[in-house]
């Protein structure tokens, strides 16, 4: 069974050099997949209407089809053209839980992510997501600058 190294991505450069990092790892092991993950902010903790529930899960929906279309397909389709078996996936949810529960879900043996970015996920795993992360994930963490 090939290793499996899961590659959280922002969209932003600091995203592009965390899966940079992930094609090198995965070249020097071998035998491995990498699943790129996506994870928008989102907290189930909110009080609404039956309307606004409906509303709120229009707009997850659209979400998780743009981060799909503009960030995952691309980053799967230039991970395939270097001959590496990729995936990827998109989840609504506290960055470090969902990370987590992916590596968990996928057989992982190390997540991958950015220290820093422009905005978006690396900014906020830069912070408590990556103390989380790395404090409380099932499989090693390697955080990429």
Known sequence: MPARLIVGIDGH???ERALDFAVTQARLIGECDL???YIIEWS???FQTAEENAQRHRRREEEISTVQTRVI???VERLSKEGLAATGIVRHGDVADALNTIAREQGA???IVARASEGGFS???FGSSTHNLVRGADVPVTVVK
């Open 109 to 111: 043996t190390q997540i």
């Open 123 to 125: 900014k906020r795993i």
């Open 35 to 37: 699943v790129v993950a």
């Open 73 to 75: 397909t691309p980053a």
């Open 44 to 46: 189930p903790y909110a």
């Open 13 to 15: 450069p600091s995203g």
